[in-house]
C-alpha cells in the first residue's frame, strides 16, 4: 500500500491580489508561505519518498517548505513537469477578476472559470488542462505508486481538480463543485489500483 498527497500550493501574490494567474510565474505571498509551513507540519511524519510538482515556482517553492519540515524522509527526488501546471487562463492572465466580471460579466467569468470544456479566449478549459495532466497521472505518478512509495504532488488548483475527478470518479457537473484550498493536504491511499480517500 502506498499513499498520494495532493497539495495545491499556498497563496501566491497574485491569489491575494484577486487576478487570474494560470501560467503566469508568481511567488507565493507571506500567507502562502505560512500556508506550506502548516502543510509541511502536518506531514511531517509522513515518510515522502517521491516529489512531483509543476514548472511554476509557486508549487516548487511549496513543496521545497514542506519537505524541509518533513523528519521523516531524507534525499527526496523530486520531478518537475508543465503538465502540472495550472490551467492556461489565456487573454485572462494578469487581470483583476472583479474588473473581468465588470467588463464580461458575472456569468460569462463563472463559465469560464467553473465549466469543464468551455476555454477563457485563447486559455484552457479544465477538459483542455485534463489531457495533459491526466497522461502525467498514468505516465509517472501511479508507476511510483505501484513501486509502494509515498508520493506528494505539489500543483494547482485546476491541475489537482483534474487528478481528482479522475481517481475519485467525478463527474462532469460534480468536479465543477470541487474546491481544492491552498495548502492544504489531500491524502489517498493506493492499493492494488485503487484510490482511497484517507
Not at 517553492?61 to 519537505?67: C, E, F, G, L
Not at 456569468?107 to 485534463?130: F, K, N, T
Request: hydrophobic letters at 40%.
Amino acid at each position: 500500500m502506498a499513499t498520494l498527497i495532493l497539495l495545491r500550493h499556498g497563496q501566491s501574490v497574485w491569489n491575494a491580489a484577486n487576478k487570474f494567474t494560470g501560467w503566469t510565474d508568481v511567488e507565493l505571498s507571506e500567507i502562502g508561505e505560512v500556508e506550506a509551513a502548516k502543510a509541511g507540519q502536518d506531514l511531517a511524519e509522513i515518510q515522502i519518498d517521491v516529489v512531483h510538482t509543476s514548472d511554476l515556482i509557486r508549487a516548487q517553492r511549496t513543496a521545497a517548505i514542506v519537505m524541509e519540515h518533513n523528519q521523516a524522509s531524507t534525499d527526496v527526488p523530486t520531478h518537475r513537469d508543465f503538465r502540472l501546471n495550472e490551467r492556461h487562463y489565456g487573454a485572462l492572465q494578469g487581470l483583476d477578476k472583479d474588473e473581468t466580471r465588470a467588463k464580461y460579466g458575472a456569468e460569462q467569468v463563472h463559465i469560464w472559470r467553473r465549466s469543464y470544456d468551455v476555454p477563457p479566449p485563447e486559455g484552457e478549459s479544465l477538459a483542455m488542462c485534463a489531457e495533459r495532466t491526466l497522461p502525467y497521472l498514468s505516465e509517472a505518478i501511479i508507476p511510483d505508486l505501484e513501486a509502494g512509495k509515498n508520493v506528494l504532488v505539489a500543483a494547482h488548483g485546476n491541475s489537482l481538480r483534474s487528478i481528482v475527478m479522475k481517481i475519485e470518479d467525478l463527474s462532469k457537473e460534480e468536479v465543477l463543485g470541487l474546491e481544492i484550498p491552498t495548502g492544504v493536504p489531500r491524502s489517498y491511499t493506493f492499493d492494488a489500483g485503487i484510490f482511497t480517500r484517507a
